[in-house]
């Protein structure tokens, strides 16, 4: 496994196991505290969740995997969001100071931990305050709380309003990335990150799995060049997938969502993996949506 220094006390694995559809799988605490020990052993170290996922219970389930495991804490890199909420099934966003402190004190709780590694802001909240947001993440990290602060789907524009009142300490972006989703290519953002030495953490790598699943065209396009690209090198085509996202210069970090350690794999595979340029090119043309000129 390589690591990524992401700031000069924290490093991430390369590749990222996330746990979004954790509520989903059905474990129970034997069976997840086996996938979380799995990843470890592969050198996946750095774990992904949040507040919002399963309304709270994806947390609770690693908080008791941590609770029995003390051990294990220190051997991970823990990365929680906070700022979605539901209202009786309304959804709604909330980066106020007092929700920031308070979500992240019961994120805490919920993990059986005294500190994330990192915290993220989950998404742009169009009722920002960037001030009143700052302060509390900075509060956050001075209390020991938590080690660093990013944030998720930022544009350029409230990345650097957050970040100006963060004393420049945002130390990631976590975004949507992948052969068939350009919006943060689109928006300037991998080149804001690339000059800034700022490696993103890439959810969705497959889009969602859309790209091994859909019949809509974009994805059997994309698909069909991946399967072209890894017969070329010998590999399955979910390996070219990731290896497309590791080759670029900002050196990115893609989040794996699956439950099968097997396809992590083909994620951990991508790092050996050495895609020639116009290769790159194909499979970034191949869904249709972008053109050369
Ligand atoms: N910051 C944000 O706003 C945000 C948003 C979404 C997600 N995330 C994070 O990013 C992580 C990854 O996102 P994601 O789950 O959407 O990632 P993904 O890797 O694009 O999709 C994973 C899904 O695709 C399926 N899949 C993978 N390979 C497949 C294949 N070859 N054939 C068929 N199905 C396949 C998986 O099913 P199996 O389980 O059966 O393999 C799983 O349901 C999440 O867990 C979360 O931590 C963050």
């Known amino acids: 496994m390589e690591y990524l220094e992401i700031t000069e006390n924290l490093s991430f694995s390369r590749i990222i196991q996330g746990f979004w559809r954790l509520t989903e799988w059905d474990w129970d605490i034997k069976s997840l505290e086996a996938f979380i020990q799995g990843c470890m052993e592969r050198g996946v170290t750095t774990l992904d969740t949040a507040e919002i996922y399963g309304f709270g219970e994806c947390e609770t389930q690693l908080g008791r995997v941590f609770a029995k495991n003390p051990s294990m804490r220190n051997k991970i890199q823990l990365v929680s969001k906070t700022g979605i909420f539901n209202k009786d099934g309304f959804k709604y966003y909330d980066t106020s100071y007092e929700r920031i ?5 019961e994120s805490l709780q919920r993990l059986s931990c005294d500190y994330l590694d990192l915290y993220l802001i989950h998404r742009e909240d169009p009722c920002f305050d960037p001030r009143e947001a700052g302060r509390a993440m900075v509060e956050l990290k001075k209390e020991g709380l938590v080690r660093e602060i990013g944030v998720s789907n930022f544009d350029p524009f409230k990345f650097e309003a957050l970040n100006e009142f963060t004393e420049n300490q945002l130390c990631t972006n976590q975004i949507e990335w992948s052969p068939c989703c350009f ?35 974009p994805f059997v396009n994309v698909r069909q060049k991946l399967e072209e690209i890894g017969n070329r090198h010998g590999v399955e085509p979910e390996v070219i997938a990731f290896a497309w996202i590791l080759y670029h210069p900002v050196k990115a970090m893609p989040i794996v969502g699956s439950s099968k350690l097997s396809r992590l794999d083909h994620a951990i595979k991508a790092l050996d993996v050495k895609l020639e340029r116009w290769e790159w090119y194909e499979i970034y043309t191949a869904s249709g949506e972008k053109r050369l000129r």
Do not use: V
Request: net charge positive; charged share 25%; hydrophobic share 30%.
């Open 101 to 105: 402190k308070k979500s992240c004190k």
């Open 183 to 217: 919006e943060h290519i689109d928006s300037g953002m991998m080149d804001m990150l690339t000059q800034k030495s700022i490696h993103p953490m890439i959810w969705s790598p497959l889009s969602r799995g859309r790209i091994f699943t859909s019949q809509e065209a």
